[in-house]
């Protein structure tokens, strides 16, 4: 099959797949190359013939959830990405749970459960990005992780089976920004426990977050979000500042002036340049504090050699 996946991937994939496309668009940083083949499948069985390719042909694999947690390397990416669009359906079960498909958008599940009278992840209005990536990553804000709702997940694992597979909560070892699906393992969906609150409640709460969210987080450029996690008893916003980082450039990347755990995309930056801007942060950060800050957005494919101060 080492010759001819991307014809078994055009004769039996249901959903959509598409050779040479760009995957900037697809980014909130807007940068990177073009992958060999995108896929968004449309059910399992499309799943099970991606992972038949995967295994039995050496396939590099990757997944593209809303694009926000991400960097992709210029050259782009080698094999077939997968995106989990069309796997997006809420569908309300008894005792205020949720079945949600990993590719819905974190805000349409959160706005469903406001409007639903479902609390326990309203604190997470207005952060981009797939249910997926939010689960793999237990993403979290104001005392709250996503994570802490999970009751299961149905979890795709191409390197290791050709069937779906379901997780409990404990399998999938939550911590912070983190868990035990990162890197290999693929939320197709995840079964939430929420609880029953009031609507005018959640409302108020979430219109709350997402005023605090823009008004912090308006940066003026295209963004994946807050690029390192907070060290223990720490926030990376501060360490970055406190070193003199804000407004500092690499070509057309720039730590935000007004967050700075936020590298900004000026206008046709590339993949590279924020790459290196993220280094010079980490070296800017360990030289004055000790601290080594742990990127929180994924690196994608290939980069250059770090420009070492």
Not at 5 to 25: H, K, M, N, S, Y
Not at 52 to 60: E, L, N
Not at 151 to 163: K, M, N, Q, S, Y
Request: hydrophobic content about 40%; glycine content about 12%; charged content about 15%.
């Amino acid at each position: 099959m080492s010759n001819d996946w991307r014809t078994v991937l055009r004769q039996r994939i249901c959903g959509d797949c598409l050779f040479d496309e760009p995957l900037a668009p697809l980014t909130t940083w807007k940068v990177g190359g073009a992958t060999q083949c995108l896929v968004r499948p449309r059910h399992e069985e499309d799943l099970k013939v991606l992972s038949a390719v995967i295994q039995d042909a050496g396939v590099p694999w990757w997944v593209l959830g809303g694009g926000s947690n991400v960097l992709i390397s210029d050259q782009g990416l080698p094999g077939v990405v997968v995106q989990l669009s069309h796997l997006s359906q809420i569908e309300t079960q008894p005792e205020q749970r949720l079945s949600v498909g990993g590719g819905c958008s974190l805000a349409e599940l959160v706005r469903t459960t406001v409007e639903q009278g479902l609390g326990g992840i309203e604190a997470l209005a207005g952060i981009p990005g797939s249910v997926g990536g939010a689960v793999s990553g237990n993403a979290g804000a104001a005392g709250q992780q996503i994570g802490q709702r999970v009751v299961d997940a149905r979890v795709w694992t191409p390197l290791e089976h050709h069937d779906v597979t379901t997780w409990s909560a404990e399998q999938c070892d939550f911590g912070y920004r983190h868990s035990a699906l990162i890197p290999d393992h693929v939320v197709i969906n995840v079964t939430l426990q929420l609880d029953h609150c009031s609507v005018e409640a959640l409302r108020a709460r979430s219109s709350e977050v997402l005023a605090h969210r823009r008004q912090a987080h308006n940066v003026g450029g295209p963004n994946a979000g807050s690029v390192f996690r907070n060290p223990p008893g720490q926030q990376a916003w501060r360490l970055i500042g406190d070193c003199g980082m804000r407004g500092v450039q690499v070509g057309k990347a720039q730590v935000s002036s007004q967050h700075a755990n936020f590298i900004v995309n000026t206008g046709g930056a590339t993949a590279e340049e924020i790459y290196q801007l993220i280094h010079k942060v980490q070296h800017a950060v360990a030289r004055h504090h000790g601290v080594s800050l742990q990127p929180e957005v994924r690196l994608l494919g290939s980069f250059g050699e770090v420009d070492e101060e």
